[in-house]
């Protein structure tokens, strides 16, 4: 496997050398009319739930705005821990170090756009949530779980960036964000799949079976507590709805959530059992 990961490799960093762009080329416009959307109805948060029922056609493009500044920001933090990641990575023989590059170089990026987004027409970034207790590792598992979590990630950000690309109902400010930043990661998302089936190939053999079993429990977890931060009572109250934290419980719980998690979450979830490090696909 590690012969076709270098290939894919080489392949890749071709690809980002010949799709290397600068993000302060970017056309931002002062500012955003009142009137436009930033998210897709359908991806909202509250889609299909009761609150998002209640809401006018005015009240839902305005929390659209708030879902976008959410969305970006989650990117934010998430690409921030990964280049931290990537940074610590740099250099060994094992994790193709010419990649890790491009995909550093790419990462920081697309924080630009999103930072700037969030920034120039919100004022502000929405908080991270996560929280990271230090532990001891089996040989091989933390750098697994670390591309295994980016890669769970990413995977979930990215439907949501090819589908918002594409929706001409979006201010062409936000679908360009989402387009660019798929370009790059539909590379990062290859090169993800290939590193998380090589390193559980390499090392999840020598694991003793209640690590194993601490890696299969605690990916769908990680699966959870992202799409619990799709739903931000912060959005909530900044788009002016009332009892937000409420909102954020109902939302979650509601059928048309778990139908939207099954669906987007899907096919990361289905390659983590084709890789053998998921037994089988969890409930979400």
């Given at each position: 496997?590690?012969?076709?990961?270098?290939r894919?490799?080489?392949?890749?960093?071709?690809?980002?050398?010949?799709?290397?762009?600068?993000?302060?080329?970017?056309?931002?416009p002062?500012?955003?009319?009142?009137?436009a959307?930033?998210?897709s109805?359908?991806?909202?948060?509250?889609?299909?739930?009761?609150?998002?029922?209640?809401?006018?056609?005015?009240?839902?493009?305005?929390?659209?705005?708030?879902?976008?500044?959410?969305?970006?920001?989650?990117?934010?933090?998430?690409?921030?821990?990964?280049?931290?990641?990537?940074?610590?990575?740099?250099?060994?023989?094992?994790?193709?170090?010419?990649?890790?590059?491009?995909?550093?170089?790419?990462?920081?990026?697309?924080?630009v756009?999103?930072?700037?987004?969030?920034?120039?027409?919100?004022?502000?970034?929405?908080?991270?949530?996560?929280?990271?207790?230090?532990?001891?590792?089996?040989?091989?598992?933390?750098?697994?779980?670390?591309?295994?979590?980016?890669?769970?990630?990413?995977?979930?950000?990215?439907?949501?960036?090819?589908?918002?690309?594409?929706?001409e109902?979006?201010?062409?400010?936000?679908?360009?964000?989402?387009?660019?930043?798929?370009r790059?990661?539909?590379?990062?998302?290859?090169?993800g799949?290939?590193i998380?089936?090589?390193?559980?190939?390499?090392?999840?053999?020598?694991w003793?079976?209640?690590?194993?079993?601490?890696?299969?429990?605690?990916?769908?977890?990680?699966?959870?507590?992202?799409?619990?931060?799709?739903?931000?009572?912060?959005?909530?109250?900044?788009?002016?709805?009332?009892?937000?934290?409420?909102?954020?419980?109902?939302?979650?719980?509601?059928?048309?959530?778990?139908?939207?998690?099954?669906?987007?979450s899907g096919?990361?979830?289905?390659?983590?059992?084709?890789?053998?490090?998921?037994?089988?696909?969890?409930?979400?």
């Amino acid at each position: 496997m590690k012969e076709d990961t270098a290939r894919l490799v080489e392949k890749l960093c071709i690809a980002s050398q010949g799709d290397f762009g600068s993000p302060y080329e970017f056309a931002w416009p002062d500012r955003l009319p009142e009137d436009a959307w930033h998210f897709s109805p359908e991806l909202l948060s509250t889609a299909g739930t009761p609150a998002g029922e209640r809401l006018s056609p005015e009240e839902t493009r305005r929390l659209s705005f708030f879902e976008a500044v959410n969305f970006f920001s989650l990117n934010i933090h998430g690409e921030r821990a990964l280049l931290e990641g990537l940074a610590a990575r740099l250099y060994r023989d094992d994790l193709y170090t010419p990649y890790l590059h491009h995909f550093l170089d790419e990462e920081n990026k697309h924080m630009v756009y999103f930072g700037t987004y969030c920034l120039r027409y919100a004022g502000k970034i929405y908080p991270d949530r996560k929280m990271a207790l230090p532990r001891d590792y089996a040989e091989g598992e933390e750098d697994f779980l670390f591309f295994a979590r980016v890669l769970l990630f990413e995977e979930l950000v990215d439907v949501y960036n090819r589908r918002m690309a594409l929706d001409e109902r979006l201010h062409a400010v936000v679908r360009e964000i989402n387009r660019m930043h798929h370009r790059d990661e539909a590379r990062h998302l290859a090169f993800g799949r290939r590193i998380v089936a090589e390193l559980f190939e390499r090392h999840a053999p020598g694991w003793p079976a209640e690590v194993l079993g601490e890696v299969r429990r605690s990916l769908p977890e990680y699966v959870l507590a992202t799409w619990k931060e799709y739903f931000n009572p912060d959005v909530y109250r900044d788009a002016g709805m009332l009892g937000p934290h409420d909102v954020a419980r109902e939302a979650f719980a509601s059928d048309a959530a778990r139908a939207r998690r099954r669906d987007v979450s899907g096919p990361a979830l289905r390659f983590l059992v084709s890789a053998g490090v998921l037994e089988q696909e969890p409930s979400l």
